[in-house]
């Protein structure tokens, strides 16, 4: 199935085991960078100004998602985590997406359905936008990750829905 198209030369494929998580080590250290860097620049910013970041709710959402897209470009890994609507048909799931359907009758008349409410879904890249189903499966095997059921990759895709117009993705 094929969700949507990104940027080329950036086909995503996708699963549902996703890799450890952070550790509270490492997030003690993340804070400890972050209050490290904040005291050196302090004299630049305005305490009036600093208190209303403070009291809006963008600021920690900023940090946490400048963090996880660092950490993504780095590890070549993508994960997110959605509650998937398991209520709707295969073609009204696709359709709550808002993206162009590419997808024959017959494969979305024989979706596979999973029970699962929330999934975790792993992206990984192949470096290119045509692949061959043995290079999917290959990828899916390295990483030790099974492919994700159409219905949880449609959940992402509405869910996060620039995801799709940076990178490209689908299952199998």
Partial sequence: MRQSRGRKGDAMANTMTPPKPVTPKQIEKVVAKFRNRLRKGADQMPVKIVQEVLEGKELDHAMADLFRRLVEERGNLIVRTVRVNRSRTPQQAIEATGREMNIAPDVLANMPIVEEETVTVTFFCIDRTAFTMA????????????????????AVNEAYPSFADEHSNATQ
């Fill in 135 to 154: 290079e999917a499966d290959e990828g899916y095997r390295s990483r030790g990750l099974v492919p994700v059921d159409p219905i949880a990759l449609a």
